[in-house]
């Protein structure tokens, strides 16, 4: 799963939720409405003016389109080659202090918020243009801004607070649940915010460079390490020599994947023969096999690690992904590692996913595509939500 070119993060942690992998799910969801009030409240200590878009995939029709303040849809027109402007879905946002209350659709989408200044949309003949900023010709290189994904349906609401692509905006997401309580996630620890970009400015082999500053030196974020490895930022063998000891332990051991939470029984096992790792079923049949991962693999979970949305490469794959991102591949030959305790204590690992998940004041975050493996995601869930929320958080 990629955001921009696969499902969104929320669509997969629906159908995570469908595969019985999260662990705390709502009882049986009650109708939920055609759209449902999402409070966005501002206390960010900034200024400048706030602009919300809600875009996303009418799950009704499937078209992609965005949603005004009052919930109503509007498909995107047709776009061209060169991208054509797109129109105008950006509702003002609240000031400091304040906070505005829209409509949230059933859609499949992204909540987008951006300070200072409006977000740049173009439609090629294929649909909308999500910003690219690690690209610097990318018209919003230079403006402050984040998102949520979202899927709201008939089963009820998921959203999350992701930093899959960049840690920029602190964020926090809530639902009020239809008995009452409210769930929250994507809250930073008091000095989070600059205690993550100090620790990654320290960290040693390249992971500084993943910070990106404005013209005058401001931070605005910092890339995942996915499009590091792309843009030259990060060195595309920072992972090789984890995957070389990973090769050699399961040369001659076994690795148990165990990938649906409520099917223990369900075992893969993998072995690396030929410069291939093997997965056998419980019958001793193989049923898929990997190459040896590159970087790129690793921190974007495709390329050699694709998972495709069946029943036995994709989860497999997840797992994988998962125990390379967070170094307990060495340490536990049973997968996934439920215990986060060992997760990243390798001097080789995901260093930005540590330092986001350092900081989270309740351990939660999407630091990676799969980092929902054992429900270490920044996700809540509810299937009878009363009101959605965003919280934008103070930079410190």
Same mark, same amino acid.
């Given at each position: !799963?990629?955001?921009?070119?696969?499902?969104?993060?929320?669509?997969?942690?629906?159908?995570?939720?469908?595969?019985?992998?999260?662990?705390?799910?709502?009882?049986?969801?009650?109708?939920?409405?055609?759209?449902?009030?999402?409070?966005?409240?501002?206390?960010?200590?900034?200024?400048?003016?706030?602009?919300?878009?809600?875009?996303? +995939?009418?799950?009704?029709?499937?078209?992609?389109?965005?949603?005004?303040?009052?919930?109503?849809?509007?498909?995107?027109?047709?776009?061209?080659?060169?991208?054509?402007?797109?129109?105008?879905?950006?509702?003002?946002?609240?000031?400091?202090?304040?906070?505005?209350?829209?409509?949230?659709?059933?859609?499949? &989408?992204?909540?987008?918020?951006?300070?200072?200044?409006?977000?740049?949309?173009?439609?090629?003949?294929?649909?909308?243009?999500?910003?690219?900023?690690?690209?610097?010709?990318?018209?919003?290189?230079?403006?402050?801004?984040?998102?949520?994904?979202?899927?709201?349906?008939?089963?009820?609401?998921?959203?999350? =607070?992701?930093?899959?692509?960049?840690? =920029?905006?602190?964020?926090?997401?809530?639902?009020?649940?239809?008995?009452?309580?409210?769930?929250?996630?994507?809250?930073?620890?008091?000095?989070?915010?600059?205690?993550?970009?100090?620790?990654?400015?320290?960290?040693?082999?390249?992971?500084?460079?993943?910070?990106?500053?404005?013209?005058?030196?401001?931070?605005?974020?910092?890339?995942?390490?996915?499009?590091?490895?792309?843009?030259?930022?990060?060195?595309?063998?920072?992972?090789?020599?984890?995957?070389?000891?990973?090769?050699?332990?399961?040369?001659?051991?076994?690795? +148990?994947?165990?990938?649906?939470?409520?099917?223990?029984?369900?075992? @893969?096992?993998?072995?690396? =023969?030929?410069?291939? !790792?093997?997965?056998?079923?419980?019958?001793?049949?193989?049923?898929?096999?990997?190459?040896?991962?590159?970087?790129?693999?690793?921190?974007?979970?495709?390329?050699?690690?694709?998972?495709?949305?069946?029943?036995?490469? &994709?989860?497999?794959?997840?797992?994988?992904?998962?125990?390379?991102?967070?170094?307990?591949?060495?340490?536990?030959?049973?997968?996934?590692?439920?215990?986060?305790?060992?997760?990243?204590?390798?001097?080789?690992?995901?260093? @930005?996913?540590?330092?986001?998940?350092?900081? !989270?004041?309740?351990?939660?975050?999407?630091?990676?595509?799969?980092?929902?493996?054992?429900?270490?995601?920044?996700?809540?869930?509810?299937?009878?939500?009363?009101?959605? @929320?965003?919280?934008?958080?103070?930079?410190?």
């Amino acid at each position: !799963m990629r955001i921009h070119r696969k499902l969104t993060a929320a669509l997969a942690a629906a159908a995570t939720v469908a595969a019985g992998l999260i662990a705390t799910v709502a009882g049986p969801a009650e109708a939920v409405p055609p759209t449902i009030p999402l409070k966005i409240t501002n206390s960010s200590g900034r200024g400048d003016p706030v602009y919300i878009y809600n875009l996303g +995939t009418n799950l009704t029709t499937g078209q992609q389109g965005w949603a005004d303040a009052g919930g109503t849809f509007h498909a995107w027109p047709a776009g061209g080659n060169p991208p054509t402007p797109a129109p105008d879905a950006s509702i003002a946002g609240p000031g400091n202090g304040g906070s505005i209350t829209i409509q949230m659709p059933k859609f499949s &989408g992204r909540v987008y918020f951006s300070y200072g200044q409006k977000l740049v949309f173009k439609l090629t003949t294929g649909g909308l243009v999500q910003p690219a900023v690690q690209n610097p010709s990318d018209p919003n290189r230079n403006i402050l801004f984040s998102w949520t994904e979202y899927t709201l349906n008939d089963s009820g609401l998921w959203i999350n =607070s992701t930093q899959v692509d960049m840690f =920029s905006v602190p964020y926090a997401v809530g639902v009020l649940q239809g008995n009452g309580n409210t769930l929250s996630t994507g809250h930073l620890k008091p000095g989070g915010y600059n205690n993550f970009f100090n620790a990654l400015r320290g960290q040693p082999g390249g992971w500084a460079n993943l910070i990106q500053t404005a013209p005058d030196g401001r931070v605005l974020r910092a890339l995942a390490p996915t499009y590091g490895v792309e843009t030259g930022a990060l060195p595309s063998t920072v992972m090789d020599d984890y995957v070389n000891r990973v090769w050699s332990k399961y040369s001659s051991q076994t690795l +148990t994947v165990t990938p649906f939470g409520d099917q223990p029984n369900t075992k @893969y096992f993998g072995r690396v =023969s030929g410069n291939v !790792m093997n997965f056998t079923n419980s019958a001793g049949q193989i049923v898929t096999s990997f190459q040896k991962p590159n970087s790129a693999s690793i921190f974007g979970c495709a390329g050699l690690l694709d998972a495709p949305n069946d029943l036995v490469r &994709g989860p497999i794959s997840r797992t994988l992904c998962a125990g390379y991102n967070r170094s307990t591949l060495l340490t536990n030959p049973n997968q996934p590692d439920a215990n986060d305790s060992g997760f990243y204590l390798d001097n080789v690992t995901n260093h @930005y996913s540590r330092k986001i998940h350092a900081q !989270m004041a309740d351990g939660k975050a999407y630091g990676f595509a799969f980092d929902d493996v054992g429900n270490h995601e920044a996700l809540v869930h509810d299937g009878n939500p009363q009101t959605a @929320y965003i919280t934008l958080d103070p930079f410190n």
